[in-house]
């Protein structure tokens, strides 16, 4: 940027952060050669077979769900600028959604030691690591993950039909998450570019980036109660092959089928609760970009407490609060 060199390699999944230092950075350079490397992901394949051995059907089980803030292929390490927890107990049919906010400042396992980052630059060194970092957090296993990007979602949301999302707050988005749409306080039916617009939005909506947090779950909650439905759940295989490659997971096709038949066998509501995990606005040095202080969370340990607690409670079989 100060011209010593004329030209600098680096990983991609870097760009994120360096516009998060150099404001306009992508206008400012111009990029003259790409090139991709298909890498066999052993850590991915570990996290595969931790999965393999839970039984769905009946047992409690967390997925780590993962936006990563870029659009095209699903399988490129980026930020995740997501970071969702659903822990799941099928036999009491509850779902606790986690959300932790994206500049929670936190060590990020196998990779940063005793230096503090980011939780959304954990992604760029792979999905594991983000899973590792959550699981330090709130002491639990996480065995699955599920991981979208923006694409993915429009092409999700389009394929279901639209989902509808209740919004706690009206706003205007403002046109940097894809589409300028009025929201409604209350429910609103949203396609793919909707509901992505929506759950982008930081600027226009009180609380910025913890509300953006809500927002998010609140699709998820959306999508989550859609594809509960029968007629969603008798389409189910046609609508995973039409999304599978949008989104990567490592929950095996066997193990969605299970989830499938023992709700199609079985009916009933579930209750879904939605929780964030909250914390103070700081500055500080960042293990992948030393030297320069940036905007961080400082984790509040008494929220993260009160979300082990709940997390408990699903797992145990007790009945979430209300």
Not at 275 to 290: I, K, L, N, R
């Amino acid at each position: 940027m100060d011209g010593s060199v004329q030209a600098i390699v680096y990983n991609e999944g870097f760009g994120g952060i360096l516009e998060e230092i150099y404001e306009g950075y992508g206008s400012q350079v111009k990029v003259i050669a790409q090139y991709s490397i298909e890498t066999k992901d052993e850590a991915s394949q570990l996290v595969q077979g931790k999965a393999a051995e839970v039984n769905v059907k009946d047992e409690t089980f967390s997925m780590y769900i993962s936006g990563i803030d870029v659009y095209g292929p699903v399988s490129a390490k980026s930020r995740s600028d997501v970071n969702i927890i659903a822990t799941v107990n099928p036999v009491t049919k509850q779902v606790l959604l986690t959300s932790t906010p994206r500049d929670y400042y936190v060590t990020i396992p196998g990779v940063s030691g005793d230096s503090r980052d980011k939780l959304t630059h954990a992604g760029i060194y792979g999905v594991d690591k983000s899973m590792a970092t959550l699981e330090n957090i709130y002491d639990i296993e996480i065995p699955f993950y599920t991981r979208v990007n923006f694409t993915s979602l429009i092409t999700i949301v389009d394929s279901m039909g639209g989902v509808d999302v209740e919004s706690e707050y009206a706003f205007s988005t403002n046109g940097d998450g894809g589409a300028i749409i009025n929201v409604q306080q209350g429910t609103n039916h949203f396609n793919g570019k909707e509901a992505l617009a929506f759950a982008r939005e930081r600027y226009n909506v009180p609380g910025g980036d913890n509300q953006r947090g809500k927002n998010q779950m609140a699709v998820i909650q959306a999508m989550i109660k859609k594809m509960l439905t029968p007629e969603m759940l008798v389409k189910a295989p046609s609508l995973i092959s039409e999304v599978s490659d949008s989104v990567e997971t490592n929950m095996s096709m066997e193990q969605i089928q299970k989830l499938i038949q023992s709700q199609l066998n079985n009916g009933g509501d579930w209750t879904i609760k939605s929780v964030a995990a909250e914390g103070t606005g700081d500055s500080q040095y960042c293990y992948s970009m030393p030297g320069t202080a940036l905007y961080v969370m400082q984790p509040d340990q008494t929220s993260v407490d009160s979300i082990k607690a709940l997390m408990q409670t699903v797992k145990d079989g007790g009945q979430l609060p209300q």
